[in-house]
């Protein structure tokens, strides 16, 4: 029997998608039943009382969580999202209701061994809800009390051998797309560079010493699958320089109709039969493809490596061997000054392991931005305000065409001093000496 009346909260147990409300109820159940005999550690029903607040919620179109709430381990400035519902008396189960980040593996493949083990310490010491995952990349355990967070950190580290993830105005929770462990487009080991990276900036990660958050997401290419250029102020995005390699047998069985182009992504509607001009040739951004009736060519110093063609026919056509990666700076949501995707910084960097040359741009820009950046202002506000000119001088790289979609339009430029002849002291004396007032 459930402890609240949830008719609106009902509702969303109908239709096919997965419903969480369904989920929740399930998890509630099985706690009033406690099969397994566990010693729960906060209140049994405590998800019958989010469905409680919830519902609440929807009855009053208000969130009925408090303002803020501090807490979290000793010597982590960040990890744990704490939180206090506002009808405490009405709802005891979720008076406290503290989220807990959880670092996740690079590219989030598990074993159930694992997440058992992890599902283990969060039925008896958390609410049996969660969220995987966080948008950022964390395994979210949602829902504690303040008493639980050091079991629940002492057990995950010495029995899962698995640490927070990241909160605050520091280095966030870093994630990747998956790919080389199952996309032949992955132009570098994403999982193991954000891996190392995450593990070589623990420090910046549980310890904020940053004016505000900073985030690092690692795509295997410009596809973008988790989207760094948009959702990290530090976008990795793999590419490559030398040639695509195309198997012009394969691009034959593509027209002939052999493959489906996209992978067959597109089989669920009849778009008639493959045309390679309409579809690839003349879809190319660049126009350096053609196609003869027989060959593919590709003009390979004007292709901007948009992943089209590949993307269309990812049998037939192929990343280059010369792999990389570029680096974009600055994403952010629209608080304060606007949003932005990440503005290009270092176009092209061989990828290689200990990673020293991308951690020297890391490590550049956080001297620079831990200096000069405003209290709570991101990277990307930073570029705004003391300009990208600047990025690239405290990046040691230099200007190129690169860096700008468009030059100016605007003739408001500055000069260094030492640029100009004579200097900008100025000889009042010996202007009037030839222009009289
Ligand atoms: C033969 C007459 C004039 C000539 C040849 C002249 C020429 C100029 C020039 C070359 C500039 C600089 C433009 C620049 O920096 O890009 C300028 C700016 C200006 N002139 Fe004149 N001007 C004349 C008359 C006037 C008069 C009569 C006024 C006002 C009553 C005036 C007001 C201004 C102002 C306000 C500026 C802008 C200053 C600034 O933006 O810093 N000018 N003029
Ligand atoms: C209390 C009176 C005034 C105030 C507070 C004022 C304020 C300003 C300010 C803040 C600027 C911008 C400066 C910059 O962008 O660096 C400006 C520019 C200018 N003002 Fe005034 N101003 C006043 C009166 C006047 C008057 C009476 C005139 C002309 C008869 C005038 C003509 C101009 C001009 C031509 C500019 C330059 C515009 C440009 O560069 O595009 N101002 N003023
Ligand atoms: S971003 Fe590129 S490499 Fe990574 S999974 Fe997506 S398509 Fe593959
Ligand atoms: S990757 Fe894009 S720009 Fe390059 S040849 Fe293919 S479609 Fe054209």
């Not at 990660?205 to 760094?228: E, I, M, T």
Request: charged content about 25%.
């Amino acid at each position: 029997m459930a402890k609240h009346q949830t008719p609106l909260l009902d509702q969303l147990e109908t239709g096919p998608w997965p419903s969480f409300v369904s989920d929740i109820k399930q998890e509630a159940a099985h706690r009033a039943a406690n099969p397994d005999g566990v010693d729960y550690q906060v209140p049994v029903d405590c998800p019958d009382d989010l469905l409680g607040v919830l519902e609440l919620s929807f009855k009053d179109k208000e969130t009925h969580w408090k303002h803020g709430g501090i807490v979290g381990v000793f010597g982590y400035g960040g990890g744990v999202i704490g939180r206090y519902c506002d009808q405490p008396e009405m709802f005891p189960g979720v008076a406290h209701f503290h989220t807990v980040r959880l670092a996740q593996p690079s590219g989030k493949y598990y074993t159930a061994d694992y997440l058992r083990g992890i599902m283990d310490i969060w039925d008896m010491r958390g609410s049996g809800l969660t969220n995987m995952h966080g948008s950022t990349g964390d395994i979210v355990l949602l829902g504690t009390t303040t008493p639980q967070l050091e079991e629940i950190f002492f057990d995950v580290t010495h029995k899962m051998n698995t640490d927070l993830g990241g909160s605050g105005g520091n280095l966030r929770t870093p994630a990747d797309c998956l790919g080389q462990s199952r996309c032949e487009f992955a132009c570098y080991d994403t999982q193991d560079l954000c891996h190392t990276l995450t593990n070589d900036y623990q420090d910046e990660l549980h310890r904020p010493a940053f004016p505000y958050k900073f985030k690092f997401k690692f795509d295997g290419c410009p596809n973008g699958c988790v989207a760094s250029i948009a959702r990290s102020d530090f976008s990795v995005i793999g590419t490559w320089k030398d040639d695509i390699r195309i198997d012009q047998d394969r691009v034959k069985a593509y027209v002939a109709g052999e493959f489906k182009p996209g992978g067959g992504s597109h089989s669920g509607r009849d778009w008639g039969k493959f045309d390679i001009v309409k579809e690839v040739v003349d879809r190319c951004p660049t126009g350096c493809m053609s196609y003869d009736g027989a060959k593919l060519s590709i003009d390979n110093a004007n292709c901007t490596r948009c992943m089209h063609c590949i993307n269309t026919m990812p049998a037939a056509v192929k990343i280059g061997l010369e792999t990389g990666t570029s680096i974009l700076l600055g994403a952010k949501a629209p608080i304060l000054d606007g949003a932005q995707m990440s503005s290009l910084l270092v176009p092209f960097v061989v990828v290689e392991k200990p990673y020293d040359e991308i951690k020297e741009v890391i490590e550049n820009i956080w001297d620079w931005w831990m200096e000069e950046g405003k209290n709570r202002e991101r990277v990307g506000e930073t570029m705004k305000r003391l300009s990208f000119q600047k990025l690239l001088e405290v990046t040691n790289i230099k200007a190129m065409p690169q860096h700008v979609k468009e030059p100016r339009s605007n003739p408001y430029i500055f000069f260094k001093e030492e640029e100009v002849p004579g200097g900008f002291a100025h000889d009042e004396a010996g202007y009037r000496q030839r222009h009289m007032r």
